[in-house]
Structure formats: C-alpha cells, structure tokens
C-alpha cells in the first residue's frame, strides 16, 4: 500500500466537487453536497489503496463539518470504503 503524502498533486476545490491531480491524470475526484452526502467518488486505480479516497472525504468533512455519508445507490466499492473510513452507510 502506498502512501498519499509520497505522491506530487494538486488539489482543486469548487462548490460541490474536490479533484486531485498531477500534470498527468486525474487522481481522483468527490461530489458532494452542502449536508456531505456524497454522490460520487472516484480513485484512479493507478492510485488506488494510498488513501486518496480518504483524504477526499476528510476534505468533505473539514468544509461542511459534517461527517460525510453516500447517496444511494451505493457501489459495492463504496459500501466497502466508507465502512473502512468508518463513516455512516446508509
């Protein structure tokens, strides 16, 4: 498993969606809304397992003060990564 920290990127905030990048690809990305419900996250799987998802949905909460929660429907994937963040599956 990689680390976060190891990797060169830049962050990207607008209403509703935080992306991480680097000159080459998107990292990954979050949708959100204004009671943290996410609507979708996404990790490029070159980037998977080194905790972007996690730092994604950190930055959800550090801006709405709210712990994040996801919209239904629910991916298996994300079912699986918001119970490893310890956050609140629907």
Partial sequence: ??????????VDLSDGVITFKNINTTLGF?????GAEVEYIFVNPMFRRQGVAKKLL??????????PTPQDPISPLGE?????SKQEVN
């Avoid at 498993?1 to 830049?10: K, T």
């Avoid at 979050?30 to 204004?34: A, G, S």
């Avoid at 950190?58 to 709405?64: C, P």
């Fill in 30 to 34: 979050v949708r959100y809304n204004e």
């Fill in 58 to 67: 950190s930055i959800v909460q550090e801006k709405t003060k709210i712990k």
């Fill in 1 to 10: 498993m990689g680390n976060l920290d190891n990797i060169n990127y830049d």
């Fill in 80 to 84: 699986k990564l918001f119970k490893a």
